[in-house]
């Protein structure tokens, strides 16, 4: 059992999401709809919740995450949490936009299910109705001794993802006022994370790859592309500035972590972004974060390299593909990254999450249990030979 202050070498622990039943996935279309109460669909997901942190338990994994299994994806569930905001479909969203033929077209090519996934969209002043994840996190150190990790969307992509023009600019001026509430809240978060004992909290920023393997054109990718400048270094600059604000929050001892990868909508491989962390280096050594959470299990992610002064969260697994990878597999790539980092410095995730938008899976539970055995499997091959 590993807690936040003995963690083993090449520490395992999930990027966030774990496949949802039928069951939570029909409680949760009916909450939204208003035919079932929040206090009957919390209960269900503590069940939810209790199965999926006892898999990874029985695996192995040494930071348990709670699965996600509370939320529609992995930033929508803010608006059940913020005022100011209302959760829409993509397909809602095509009412909105301009180039409505347009953003259909883009949609299909990249096999964006217009009504499986959903945004939070700003449409008034933005406040904290309740925390966006201490009830979470609370309920998660209540049913294990593991430490845990809390992921939470990052100040950039929530604030691209709410900034609707025709909807937020009739409340906010800018892109960039809407961000100065946004950092608040999220630094307001950290906070009282850390008093409930959070050891680890991870932000994701997967449209931080967009900016930089489209050329500034602009493309739906985690339904967040509506708002970006054509001049990605601008954007880039933005959201260093907006992640050191929010880390400069971040309590002594606590881990904050950044996970960007490049889509995980689909399984098809094709229609995801492919390129290098190379041009996102500079930008990443300025963020205050402790560790990269990156994919490095799919070729679309290019080959290792190392960042100065950061660890780095191996994706070792591929959460799209049926075939389970082996443990000498995942032995090899670590010792490929130990060329890179020191060893204290490594640890071991899947690429992205196995569900990351919740009527979308990648995998069900058999394979994604799988997946999570074979990285305990490696590291603890990896602690034999270091010992």
Known sequence: MATGTDLPLFPVTMVGSWPRTRELLNSQRRK???????????????DAVVACVRAQEEVGVDIVTDGEQRRDNFYSFVTEKLDGTRLMSL????????????????????????????????????SRRSPLAVHEAKFLKSITDHAVKIPLPGPYLLTRAMWVPEETGKVYDSKEHLSE???????????????????????????????VFTQGQTRTFMCAALAARKDPAEELEFAVDLMNQVVDNAPDGMRVGMHVC????????????KGHYRPLKPYFERMRVKQLVLEYATPRAGDLMGFEGREIGLGVVNPRTPDVESVDEIVARIEEALQFWDAKDVFLNPDCGFATFSEREMNGHEIATQKMAAIVGAARTMRERLS
């Open 32 to 46: 939204q709809l208003g035919r079932l109460s929040v206090e009957d669909f919390e209960r269900e997901a503590d």
């Open 91 to 126: 397909a809602e969203m095509l009412d909105l936009v301009e180039d409505r033929a347009g953003f259909e077209e883009l949609l299909q090519r990249l096999d964006v299910p217009s009504t499986a996934i959903k945004n939070p969209t700003c449409i008034g002043k933005i």
């Open 181 to 211: 509430d946004v950092v608040k809240i999220l630094g307001e978060e950290l906070r009282e994370l850390a008093e409930v004992g959070v050891e680890f909290v991870q932000f994701d920023e997967p449209v931080l790859t967009e900016l």
């Open 262 to 273: 490049r889509g995980n909508w689909s399984t098809r491989e094709e229609t995801l972004l």
